[in-house]
């Protein structure tokens, strides 16, 4: 399994070529929340003053996503995407920010950030909530750092994020050891479902 | 064997008058094919650097090279240092800078690339540009 990266960071990481040339920074990610992976990635020129890129770069030209560099092949990998900007504006708003239910219904949270796989996958794997007192107890401080993992059955209706009840059984406020719940939560979920 | 950071500062001569035509500021490198390209000479203070392909070289010494007369720079290609650029792996992990690298004179080829997280063999360089130095990751990767 790659690393896990909250999508708040991926923010300013350049936009690096094989050739070694750094040729965009990224500005935002965008979700398909149908595929649960990142779709695109919206950029800004290289340097502090340049402002938005009128080009964006699709998950699917991503050679590589680390933690230092988002990987293109090569230049030609950004494209002109008139339909993105619709689709940031629909999908990314969404998620950041986003309240999040169980299906049996509750209110558990807001979404303050995604965590994605890095590498070529680009799966989206669990969200860090802003939680409600009835999921965590504890301060503010501890309830901002709370980890819940991505549901199979995902959801997304307007503002509001969807996930199995049973998914916030597994909140964790520990990072490094939430690789091996969400491991225990797809082992689980295989069980059920078969 | 020669390091790069041995090349540097020794001085040029021409061919035919053993006139100075200046010291070695760097090497350009095509990190593609692994070789090296180009030598810039830095000719004095307020003259421009001049560019001589590594093949025009008459001869490359312990202390000095000695270049033939140069033809046009026409077709240079943009000079990036490879010494103190930063190392990234095409998966975009950083791994270091470059403090070093060893070529072989006689055929240009780079053959080793030494940096702060250890020795790169030159097969795993894809590209150097203004951002980095990018190489290939260990065996077992897709790409």
């Known amino acids: 399994m790659n690393a896990l990266t909250a999508v708040r960071s991926l923010t300013t990481l350049p936009v690096v070529t094989l050739g070694g040339d750094a040729v965009a920074h990224v500005k935002d990610t965008v979700f398909d929340p149908e595929a649960g992976r990142i779709a695109s990635f919206t950029l800004t020129g290289r340097t502090l003053l340049s402002g938005p890129l009128p080009r964006d770069l699709p998950w699917a030209a991503v050679h590589c996503l680390g933690r230092h560099a988002v990987m293109v092949r090569d230049e030609g990998a950004l494209c002109a995407l008139p339909l993105s900007v619709a689709r940031r504006d629909a999908v990314r708003g969404r998620l950041l920010g986003a309240h999040v239910m169980t299906d049996d219904g509750d209110l558990v949270g807001t979404v303050l950030d995604v965590l994605v796989e890095g590498g070529t996958s680009g799966r989206l794997v669990a969200f860090r909530l802003a939680a409600h007192r009835e999921l965590v107890h504890g301060t503010r401080h501890r309830r901002h750092r709370v980890y819940v993992p991505r549901g199979e059955a995902l959801s997304v209706s307007g503002r509001t994020l969807v996930i199995p009840a049973h998914a916030t059984t597994y909140v964790t406020d520990d990072l490094p050891a939430f690789t091996a719940r969400v491991g225990a939560y797809h082992d689980r979920g295989g069980r059920a479902a078969s | ?143």
């Open chain 2, 1 to 143: 064997m020669m390091l790069f950071s041995r090349v540097r500062g020794l001085p040029v001569l021409t061919l035919g008058d053993a006139d100075r035509v200046g010291v070695v500021r760097a090497l350009t490198v095509d990190a593609g094919s692994g070789e090296v390209t180009h030598v810039r000479i830095r000719r004095g203070r307020m003259r421009k650097e001049a560019v001589v392909a590594w093949d025009a070289l008459g001869a490359v010494g312990p202390d000095l090279l000695i270049a033939r007369p140069a033809g046009d720079p026409s077709g240079v290609p943009p000079h990036h240092d490879l010494v103190g650029s930063r190392v990234l792996t095409e998966c975009g992990e950083e791994r270091g800078t470059v403090l070093d690298a060893a070529f072989d004179p006689a055929t240009a080829r780079i053959e080793a690339v030494l940096t702060t997280r250890g020795e790169l063999p030159a097969g795993r360089l894809l590209g150097l540009g203004d951002h980095a130095l990018v190489i290939r990751t260990g065996h077992g990767h897709p790409g």
